[in-house]
C-alpha cells in the first residue's frame, strides 16, 4: 500500500487532482469529510466540543454551527489548540480505520487542506501539492464559491504560503493552465511514479533509477534530504537516532549523480537487521539484498561493514547507509563530508576528477574504483586537516 499525501491551498485545483486520481484508481480519504464524520450529530466529539464551547456552537437542529465555532476560535490560540485537542486524535484514527479498509496493492491518496501547517509530512510515501497563481486563486473562489475578493484573501492568508508548501512537495503541480493539462500531468504521475511506487514498496523492492549520470549541484538537494531524514525519523520513532546527509549531494557547489546519500547510525548492526529494517521498507526504504560493506581507506585493510538500503520511489533514488556509531565507515563518511565542506582546493579538485571519470569511465562500478587513488589521498588530508582543526564527527 502505498500512503499519499495531497495538500494545495484554497483555490488551487486540489479536488480536480483528488478526483482524476480517484478515477485512475486511487482510493481517496478526505480529511475536511472525516473532520465533519466526527463532529456529526450524536458523535462523542460534538459532545466534547459542546461541553468545552457551550451550546451555543449547536444550530437549531442540533447540529455543529461551524461559523459561531470559528467565531470563537478565530484568533484565540487557546480556543484553537483546545478545539485541535478534540479533532485531531478522532480524525487520526478514523483516517487510519479507512486505511487500514484499503485493499494491499491500493495508493491512498489522503486529501488534508492543513497537511503541512499540522506537520503531516513524514507519513506518507510521497507528498503532492498542488500550486497556483494567487490571482488565479481569487478568481477561482470569486467564480466557484462566491466568496468576495477580501474573504479570498483572508482564506489565502489564513494557510501556509506557496513557499512552505513547495519545501514540503515530493511532486508539485502547477495549475495555472486547463483542467486537459492538469489531468495529463495527473496521469503522468500516477503511471510514472504512483503505481510502480506501490508495487515496490508492497515488494519490498529498490526502484531501479537507470543509469544516474553526473549533474550540476542541484540547491534543492538539502530540502530533500530534510523530507526523505523527517520520513525516515518517523518510520523509527520513538527511536531517536542521528540522521546525516553524506556523500557529494551534501557537499555544495560540487556536482554529483542524482543519488541522496543518507546514513542513519544505529547502535550495532544488529539492531538494524530486524524490526528497524522491517519498518525502513514499510516506509519506502526496503534493504539492498546482500552484503555490504565500504572500502576501507587506505585500500587493502579490512572492509568496513554495513547495511545499506534504497528507495522504492522511482523517481527519487536513494543511498541508506546503515552504520554502527563510530565505526570506521561512519566516521569516514562525516569526515570527507566535512573536509570537501571546509576546504575549496579539495572541493575543486575532486570536481576535476569526477568529470574526468564520468567522461571516462560512466560505469558505475568502474567509476568507483578509478576513485580509489584520490580517496586514499584524501583520507591522509582529511585526518590531517581534522587533528589540525579538532574536527569531530
Not at 451550546?55 to 465555532?69: F, H, I, K, Y
Not at 489531468?183 to 533509477?209: C, F, I, K, S, T
Not at 527519487?316 to 547507509?321: A, C, G, K, N
Request: aromatic fraction near 6%; glycine fraction near 6%.
Amino acid at each position: 500500500m502505498l500512503m499519499v499525501g495531497l495538500t494545495g491551498g484554497i483555490g488551487s485545483g486540489k479536488s480536480a487532482v483528488a478526483a482524476r486520481l480517484v478515477a485512475r484508481g486511487a482510493v481517496l480519504i478526505d480529511a475536511d469529510r472525516v473532520a465533519r464524520e466526527v463532529v456529526a450529530p450524536g458523535s462523542a466529539g460534538l459532545a466534547e466540543i459542546v461541553d468545552a464551547f457551550s451550546p451555543r456552537v449547536l444550530t437549531a437542529d442540533g447540529s455543529l454551527d461551524r461559523a459561531a465555532l470559528g467565531a470563537i476560535v478565530f484568533g484565540d490560540e487557546a480556543a484553537r489548540r483546545r478545539l485541535e485537542a478534540i479533532t485531531h486524535p478522532r480524525v487520526r484514527a478514523r483516517t487510519a480505520e479507512l486505511a487500514a479498509a484499503a485493499a494491499p496493492d491500493a495508493v491512498v491518496v489522503n486529501d488534508v487542506p492543513l497537511l503541512v501547517e499540522v506537520g503531516l509530512v513524514p507519513t506518507y510515501h510521497l507528498v503532492v501539492v498542488v500550486e497556483t497563481a494567487v490571482a488565479t486563486r481569487l478568481e477561482r473562489l470569486a467564480r466557484d464559491r462566491g466568496m468576495t475578493r477580501e474573504e479570498a484573501q483572508r482564506r489565502i492568508a489564513a494557510q501556509a504560503d506557496d513557499a512552505r508548501r513547495r519545501a514540503a512537495a515530493d511532486v508539485l503541480l502547477r495549475n495555472d493552465g486547463s483542467l486537459a493539462a492538469l489531468h495529463a500531468a495527473v496521469d503522468a504521475l500516477w503511471d510514472g511514479r504512483l503505481v510502480p511506487y506501490e508495487r515496490n514498496v508492497r515488494e519490498r523492492r529498490v526502484a531501479d533509477p537507470g543509469r544516474v549520470e553526473l549533474v550540476e549541484y542541484d540547491p534543492t538537494w538539502p530540502q530533500q534530504y530534510a523530507r526523505l531524514a523527517a520520513r525516515i525519523r518517523h518510520a523509527l520513532a520513538p527511536a531517536d537516532l542521528r540522521i546525516d546527509h553524506i556523500g557529494s549531494t551534501a557537499v555544495p557547489g560540487l556536482a554529483a549523480k542524482d543519488v541522496i546519500d543518507i546514513q542513519l547510525t544505529v547502535p550495532s548492526l544488529a539492531e538494524a537487521d530486524g524490526e528497524f529494517a522491517r519498518r525502513l521498507a514499510d516506509a519506502g526504504f526496503p534493504r539492498v539484498s546482500g552484503d555490504r560493506w565500504d572500502d576501507p581507506r587506505p585500500v587493502g585493510g579490512d572492509r568496513w561493514e554495513k547495511r545499506l538500503h534504497g528507495s522504492a520511489d522511482p523517481a527519487r533514488p536513494v543511498s541508506l547507509h546503515v552504520r554502527s556509531a563510530d565505526s570506521p565507515g561512519w566516521r569516514h563518511a562525516l569526515l570527507m563530508r566535512d573536509h570537501l565542506r571546509a576546504d575549496p582546493g579539495q572541493r575543486a579538485a575532486y570536481l576535476l576528477l569526477k568529470r574526468e571519470l564520468a567522461a571516462s569511465a560512466p560505469d558505475s562500478a568502474a567509476y568507483t574504483t578509478a576513485r580509489d587513488p584520490w580517496f586514499d589521498e584524501e583520507y591522509l588530508r582529511a585526518e590531517e586537516w581534522a587533528a589540525q582543526t579538532g574536527w569531530r564527527p
